[in-house]
């Protein structure tokens, strides 16, 4: 299933990514959700959440496949972000 554009850990992502890329706005891809994520969001019942710092050139999963660099550190930024807004965002809604 499709995690909703308004679960909080989904917004929890989402401003996190946004302050580590200095106030940019986050786009939605909706994809990713297939395979072994998908059945954990089943028997869990908690969302899936993928975080996406790469781009279409990097090759994903091919021979030449390649990370930018800034983009990893803006990466590890915005999941440094998460792991304190998270449970902040998980508490709040369930308030």
Request: hydrophobic share 45%; net charge negative; aromatic share 6%.
């Amino acid at each position: 299933g499709l995690t909703p554009l308004d679960h909080p850990a989904l917004k929890a992502v989402a401003g996190a990514m946004s302050r580590a890329f200095d106030g940019a706005e986050v786009r939605y891809t909706r994809e990713g959700g297939s395979g072994p994520a998908a059945d954990l969001q089943d028997v869990l019942e908690a969302p899936v959440l993928f975080l996406g710092i790469s781009v279409p050139s990097d090759g994903w999963h091919a021979p030449n496949e390649k990370v930018e660099l800034d983009l990893l550190m803006k990466g590890v930024e915005t999941t440094a972000h998460l792991w304190g807004d998270l449970p902040v965002a998980l508490r709040a809604a369930e308030r």
